[in-house]
């Protein structure tokens, strides 16, 4: 909250955010946040609900400002991928050179095991509307997400989960893909899909010795 960027998005963003959450039920004291994201469809969602709720409900969307990359997970420095998987917010960055960002935490297990000797990293939703693998919402968008997750995580939430998918992983959209070179892993992932998607919970995903995500 010293830093000036922060203490702008508050005045902007907070005001207008803490009215539609209490509208909808949700107490900031006793929030908790989930972003999940699509590459077709370009946008990124707000999950929210209070602590001692069971399900999340669809809080606000965000178009993504740009995009780089073909559909596919993310496997060596350069490409130029956006990541596809389930990440942690691992950093708040109040000193972005994209005003505001928020850091995953990729490479995970699963980009270690699958992807290259050098898989890169620094990947952000921040904000302006360029990108090399990274998640821009505009200025406005990431003064709203900064100051969600930051409330979340102030309201006592430990883990801030980021779903990163390339597209609505039905069956359907599956089978139509299914020659992709990408249908295994995309496979891996739709579980973790299907269970929020069915119930708006979290799921709770591990990563095997071969790199595949499992649910538990």
């Not at 010293?2 to 004291?29: C, D």
């Not at 992709?180 to 095997?208: C, D, E, K, M």
Request: charge should be positive.
């Amino acid at each position: 909250m010293a830093h000036p960027r922060v203490q702008v998005a508050y005045g902007e963003a907070w005001p207008n955010l803490r009215r539609q959450l209490q509208e909808r039920g949700i107490e900031p004291a006793k929030m908790e946040v989930f972003f999940r994201v699509f590459k077709i469809g370009k946008r990124l969602e707000v999950w929210a609900r209070n602590r001692d709720a069971p399900a999340f409900t669809l809080f606000k969307t965000y178009p993504l400002a740009g995009t780089s990359g073909t559909l596919g997970p993310k496997r060596r420095e350069g490409d130029g991928q956006v990541p596809e998987g389930f990440y942690r917010i691992d950093r708040f960055n109040p000193q972005s050179l994209y005003y505001l960002s928020l850091g995953l935490d990729y490479p995970n297990a699963a980009d270690r095991q699958l992807g290259s000797a050098r898989p890169g990293g620094d990947i952000f939703i921040h904000g302006s509307n360029v990108t090399i693998g990274c998640l821009p919402i505009t200025d406005a968008g990431i003064k709203e997400v900064y100051v969600l997750a930051t409330e979340a995580r102030q309201a006592g939430q430990e883990e801030l989960w980021v779903h990163i998918f390339p597209f609505e992983l039905t069956e359907d959209q599956l089978l139509g893909r299914r020659t992709s070179v990408h249908h295994g892993f995309w496979q891996s992932l739709a579980p973790g899909y299907r269970q929020f998607a069915q119930h708006h919970t979290l799921p709770t995903v591990s990563i095997n010795a071969q790199g595949t995500y499992v649910l538990n």
